[in-house]
């Protein structure tokens, strides 16, 4: 059972990137899914959620009109699409799995996670 987190790199300020989250072993329709960052000397926080029941998504405000999270269950993958990128987005991204429901931006909710992409937005 794997979650693997890709996409990341450097970016500058305005610019944009698209994260994916593929699973292996096991079925991602049948998880919620969220994405969480950590930037350096920060607490990991919650930036995006997606339903397995009816695709509902739900952002953080720091991204919320920025940032688009997608699923595709027949290709078992997440995306996370990011558009106009500041400098405070920098940020090790995680996805992760849930699959009995909870509290959606609490990590601890989560059954799986990824092992992390590294965004960096710089000029």
């Known amino acids: 059972v794997q979650l693997q987190a890709s996409g990341g790199g450097l970016v500058q300020p305005g610019g944009s990137l698209r994260l994916s989250c593929a699973a292996s072993?096991?079925?991602?329709?049948?998880?919620?899914i969220a994405w969480f960052r950590q930037a350096p000397g920060k607490k990991r926080e919650g930036v995006s959620y997606?339903?397995?029941?009816?695709?509902?998504?739900d952002y953080s405000d720091s991204v919320k009109g920025r940032f688009t999270i997608s699923r595709d269950n027949a290709k078992n993958t997440v995306w996370l699409q990011m558009n106009s990128l500041k400098p405070e987005d920098t940020a090790v991204y995680y996805c992760?799995?849930?699959?009995?429901?909870?509290?959606?931006?609490?990590?601890?909710?989560?059954?799986?996670w990824g092992q992390g992409t590294q965004v960096t937005v710089s000029s």
């Open positions: 992760a799995a849930d699959y009995l429901g909870g509290s959606v931006w609490r990590s601890l909710t989560y059954d799986y």
């Open positions: 072993g096991f079925t991602l329709g049948a998880y919620n």
């Open positions: 997606i339903s397995k029941r009816d695709g509902k998504a």
